[in-house]
């Protein structure tokens, strides 16, 4: 496993600076369609991102549980080859909160990305339907980030954490 800018201790990834992103990766670039199941349990700092199809030109998507001040809201996010970043879709999310785990379930089949999240992985709610018409990142790997923001450090619990390759024929993952 690969981290970046980090430390990984007992299933919390810290980012341990101010305006530090901090992540790791794991998988195979050339995955296209899955679902990604991973529980994550925010306990400091701006955002604590899942990211998919993270390919080998540095393209991905993302996902934050931006958590500041008053603001909680899920952002689905794309970083294209050239480096630039999309926010593509903002969904509010006023249960977000520090210290409390969210099961997320993530598909990402052809240029759509669905995402569900609830406080319980059996009681999972659909907070985004989007589809990307630029197809940022057609394939890629799977990880975890944290982005400290203007926080010292930033801390996430993440469990859980599975990919279920989909078949190409499936019509929905």
Not at 34 to 56: C, E, K, M, N, W
Not at 144 to 164: E, I, R
Request: glycine letters at 12%; charged letters at 15%.
């Amino acid at each position: 496993m690969r981290l970046v800018g980090a430390s990984f201790l007992r299933g919390v990834l810290v980012g341990i600076a101010t305006n530090q992103l901090a992540w790791l990766a794991r998988g195979d670039a050339s995955w296209t369609d899955y679902i990604l199941h991973t529980d994550v349990a925010p306990v400091s700092g701006t955002d604590q991102s899942i990211v998919f199809r993270h390919g080998a030109n540095n393209s991905r998507y993302g996902l934050s549980l931006h958590i500041d001040g008053g603001v909680r809201e899920l952002q689905l996010w794309a970083t294209d080859s050239g480096g630039g970043e999309h926010l593509l879709r903002v969904a509010p999310a006023a249960v977000l909160e520090y210290d409390k785990t969210f099961g997320f379930k993530i598909i990402v089949q052809g240029n759509r990305v669905r995402v569900f999240m609830g406080e319980k992985s059996t009681f999972l709610e659909e907070y985004i339907d989007y589809t990307d018409g630029l197809n940022y990142a057609p394939q890629g790997r799977v990880g975890l980030a944290v982005w400290s923001g203007s926080a010292l450090t930033t801390a996430t619990g993440f469990d859980n954490f599975a990919v279920q390759l989909c078949e190409p024929s499936a019509p929905n993952c």
